[in-house]
Each structure stands twice: as C-alpha cells, then as structure tokens.
C-alpha cells in the first residue's frame, strides 16, 4: 500500500511578506493620486482642515432688529439681497425652504436662494444649478467669475457682499451676507446660526475670513 504524499505549503518569507505590503500601498498610493486629481488637492486639505478644527459655534440670538441700511447708492441688485434678507430674518422659516428640501447646513444655500429670488442667480460651477450648497464651491464660484476678494487684499466689504469662512473657530465653514461694516465692526445675516441671525462681529480681526464674494 503507497504512503499517501503530503504536500506543505512553505510559510511565506519575510521579505515576501514585506514584498506584497509595498504593492498594497502603491496600490493605494495610485489610488490616491488619481482620487486627488479627480477632486483637486485642494478641495481634499480643504476637507482634512474642516475635520480638525475645532468649533466653538457662537450660540448667541444675535441682534434683535434687522439694522437700518442705507441704500440709495446700492446697486439694484444689493437692494434686492438685503431686502429678501430683512423678509426672511422676520419670518425664520426652517432651513428646508433654502435647500430645495435637504436636510443639510444651509448657510451657503441661503445665500443661493437670496440672488435667485433677487433674479441674479449664481451658478454652481460642478451642477450649473442656482444653488451652491457648499462654501468651498461657493468661493469656487466667485474666483472663476473674478468676483472674489481675499480677506487681506484690503477690499472694504459693502452690503450685500458675501463673507466666506474656513476653519473659523466661531464659525466653522460658514457664510453670511454682510450688511454693515463701520470701524472694525462687522454685522451679517445668516442662515443655519441656530436660525437667520443677525451677527454683529466686534473683533478687529476675524478669524477663519478667508474673503468676500463681491455682488458688483
């Protein structure tokens, strides 16, 4: 009777093992590369920046009153903004209303609807839709269509323009629409604050004010 023949699998060498380790890892390396052309680098810090900074929201209910502006030397367009901005800061409807039914932070679709409905709609510049739900793409917007002046560029923001923040230890990624900006002080309104709130920043320096997205 034959002796049945066992066949045992040599254990893997070290340098096999290590071996198969560098391929997994440039395999993901590759797949990184591609992902981050894909979406741009940028976007992807942008992203990694937002997921360690720390927030303290400022959870204040802001001004009482709507302020007075002064828009005989506004552009038609800015009127509209602050007008449709005043309406909405008086009703305070949910944030749906500015998403087209998202259940997601509004700050940036708020802003959408106000120049929509103000008939000066911006584009989005991945879906061409009047909203632009996010505030890197919103900031991508301004910077295409040459309206975007960084935070230290020396630009006096106006009412009507529009303040975007990333990493803002208050605010986090945010914008809002400023209405006021008098020695240092500068007052908005926005959504997703809790509600449309009126902010009145008294900080000569805001933190996280990475520019304004200019109406004109």
Same mark, same amino acid.
Request: charged share 20%; net charge positive.
């Given at each position: 009777?034959?002796?049945?023949?066992?066949?045992?699998?040599?254990?893997?060498?070290?340098?096999?093992?290590?071996?198969?380790?560098?391929?997994? *890892?440039?395999?993901? %390396?590759?797949?990184?590369? =591609?992902?981050?052309?894909? =979406?741009?680098?940028? #976007?992807?810090?942008?992203?990694?920046?937002?997921?360690?900074?720390?927030?303290?929201?400022?959870?204040?209910?802001?001004?009482?009153?709507?302020?007075?502006?002064?828009?005989?030397?506004?552009?038609?367009?800015?009127?509209?903004?602050?007008? @449709?901005?005043?309406? $909405?800061?008086?009703?305070?409807?949910?944030?749906? #209303? !500015?998403?087209?039914?998202?259940?997601?932070?509004?700050?940036?679709?708020?802003?959408?609807?106000?120049?929509?409905?103000?008939?000066?709609? *911006?584009?989005?510049? &991945?879906?061409?839709?009047?909203? =632009?739900?996010?505030?890197?793409?919103?900031?991508?917007? !301004?910077?295409?269509?040459?309206?975007?002046?960084?935070?230290?560029?020396? !630009?006096?923001?106006?009412?009507?323009?529009? %303040? =975007?923040? &990333?990493?803002?230890?208050?605010?986090?990624?945010?914008?809002?629409?400023?209405? #006021?900006?008098?020695?240092?002080?500068?007052?908005?309104?926005?959504?997703? $604050?809790?509600?449309?709130?009126?902010?009145?920043?008294?900080?000569?320096?805001?933190?996280? @004010?990475?520019?304004?997205?200019?109406?004109?």
């Amino acid at each position: 009777m034959n002796k049945r023949t066992r066949t045992y699998r040599q254990p893997r060498s070290l340098r096999a093992k290590l071996l198969i380790a560098l391929m997994v *890892l440039g395999s993901v %390396a590759i797949v990184a590369v =591609i992902a981050g052309t894909a =979406i741009g680098w940028d #976007k992807i810090f942008y992203k990694l920046h937002s997921a360690t900074t720390h927030v303290t929201f400022d959870s204040s209910s802001g001004e009482p009153q709507f302020p007075d502006i002064n828009m005989s030397q506004l552009s038609p367009v800015r009127q509209k903004v602050i007008r @449709l901005a005043r309406q $909405e800061f008086m009703a305070n409807p949910p944030g749906t #209303k !500015y998403s087209q039914g998202a259940n997601e932070p509004w700050c940036a679709d708020f802003i959408s609807w106000l120049f929509k409905e103000a008939g000066s709609p *911006l584009k989005n510049p &991945h879906t061409g839709s009047w909203r =632009i739900p996010g505030t890197f793409t919103l900031r991508e917007y !301004y910077q295409q269509v040459g309206k975007f002046k960084p935070a230290d560029s020396g !630009y006096t923001p106006r009412p009507g323009d529009v %303040a =975007i923040y &990333h990493g803002s230890p208050i605010f986090g990624d945010h914008t809002h629409m400023v209405l #006021k900006y008098d020695n240092g002080i500068l007052t908005t309104v926005g959504g997703n $604050e809790g509600k449309i709130r009126v902010f009145a920043n008294t900080k000569k320096q805001y933190d996280g @004010l990475v520019g304004y997205g200019v109406v004109d």
